[in-house]
Nanobody
């Protein structure tokens, strides 16, 4: 079983920055895809960014140019650097990892952007 632990959420003013981290622990042979999702109140969970094992990245249109996803394979960790934050980025952010025989979710971390 693979557990994911997130950190780095919080309250920030519009235009500010936050960096989210998500570390995996447990029996892990390989992690192919790492990603970040978010869910705002009253809305469905949406994919924010994803990074493959080869480093290829994809972002939802609304965060392109502001958010950067990266991964450290040695640490089984994925990061989300969020710059130029907007109030509409307010949500609970969840990390997700998929690998050889598992798909796991983090517990979620709140990001609140004040105007």
């Amino acid at each position: 079983q693979v557990q994911l632990v997130e950190s780095g959420g919080g309250l920030v003013q519009a235009g500010g920055s936050l960096r989210l981290s998500c570390a995996a622990s447990g029996v892990i042979s390989s992690i192919s895809v790492m990603g970040w999702y978010r869910q705002a109140p009253g809305k469905q969970r949406e994919l924010v960014a994803v990074i493959g094992s080869g480093g290829g990245k994809n972002y939802v249109e609304s965060v392109k140019g502001r958010f950067t996803i990266s991964r450290d394979n040695a640490k089984n960790t994925v990061y989300l650097q969020m710059d130029s934050l907007k109030p509409e980025d307010t949500a609970v952010y969840y990390c997700n990892m998929a690998g050889n025989g598992f798909i796991s979710w983090g517990q979620g971390t709140q990001v609140t952007v004040s105007s």
